[in-house]
């Protein structure tokens, strides 16, 4: 199972960002997908995921703000970062976790004026 995540790069505080993961390999609409993400000198922290129902769940910091989807057809899921912050800062990755977990490369989000 391979996963490329795309679409980071820089933004100004309050813009927005679309990632994307790409899966290939394994069966995705059995996957459940997420996001986490890896601040400088911190530890890696869960942003959102989905369930293969489509059920979400978020990081309290990113509630009303990120919005988490799927596309089976696609083998894809997608972050939507809106009012990004500056302390949002990270690498983002993406997770598939059938009957066991497989990373991404990781894709550099930079929110700075």
């Known amino acids: 199972v391979q996963l490329q995540a795309s679409g980071g790069g820089l933004v100004q505080p309050g813009g927005s960002l679309r990632l994307s993961c790409a899966v290939s390999?394994?069966?995705?609409?059995?996957?459940?997908m997420g996001w986490y993400r890896q601040r400088p000198g911190k530890q890696r922290e869960l942003v959102a995921n989905?369930?293969?129902?489509?059920?979400?769940n978020y990081a309290d910091s990113v509630k009303g703000r990120f919005t988490i989807s799927r596309d089976n057809a696609k083998n894809t899921v997608y972050l939507q970062m809106n009012s990004l912050k500056p302390e949002e800062k990270a690498v983002y990755y993406c997770l598939a976790w059938g009957t066991k977990g497989y990373w991404g490369q990781g894709t550099q989000v930079t929110v700075s004026s």
């Open positions: 989905i369930a293969t129902g489509g059920s979400t």
């Open positions: 390999g394994g069966i995705f609409s059995t996957y459940v």
